[in-house]
């Protein structure tokens, strides 16, 4: 993976196989190259990502989020709200501390949160019960990584007139003025 950068300092050659994140969460592959092209393969990338959310049967609002990013080198994807970030990184387990003497809803029943952190029986859906070591502790999210999916999916579907026109642009046939 390549070193992070500003924004503003991306180099004029990279391998489309990089991948890096954006400071604003976002999915990002470096390009060898021009905006123009890039700008069609981000707009790719966003509808074939929209496309596998509504198959999901995410919100609209979650679908629509979804916003192409491009410049010299690059192309990319973000979202205008958080949980959509969330679900494409993922999250890491943690003790929900918030629960600690609140009325929490679960399952149609309220329930007291108490003991977070502390070893104890935990009742699961369905009302099993089982011992754990922590209790009030979220399992966390695995990365669903489908902006990234994508940007790969867009690339590649792009990869043969990319390749024709990054031929042109050694031959000196063609100049990305975009």
């Known amino acids: 993976m390549p070193p992070q950068r500003s924004s503003r300092s991306f180099g ?3 391998r489309p196989t990089s991948s890096r994140k954006d400071k604003n969460g976002g999915a ?3 390009l060898p190259w021009g905006m123009r092209d890039g700008r069609k393969v981000a707009e790719e990338a966003a509808r074939i990502c929209r496309t596998d959310l509504q198959k999901r049967g995410w919100s609209s609002n979650s679908s629509g989020s979804i916003q192409p990013q491009s410049g010299r080198g690059w192309v990319g994807l973000k979202s205008t709200v958080d949980y959509v970030m ?3 990184k993922g ?3 943690f003790l929900m501390h918030w629960v600690e003497g609140r009325i929490v809803p679960i399952d149609g029943h309220f329930v007291r ?3 977070v952190g502390k070893p104890g029986w935990v009742t699961l859906p369905g009302g099993v019960r089982k011992w754990r070591d922590q209790r009030w502790r979220h399992p966390g999210l695995e990365p669903g990584q489908f902006m990234e999916k994508a940007l ?3 690339i590649k579907k792009q990869k043969s007139a990319l390749s024709k026109r990054l031929t042109d642009v050694i031959m000196g ?3 990305d003025r975009g």
Do not use: V
Request: glycine share 10%; net charge positive; no cysteine.
């Open 12 to 14: 004029k050659t990279a």
């Open 28 to 30: 990002i592959k470096e």
């Open 86 to 88: 969330y679900q494409n």
């Open 91 to 93: 999250i890491k387990p």
């Open 113 to 115: 949160g108490g003991n």
């Open 152 to 154: 790969a999916e867009a």
């Open 173 to 175: 046939r063609y100049h």
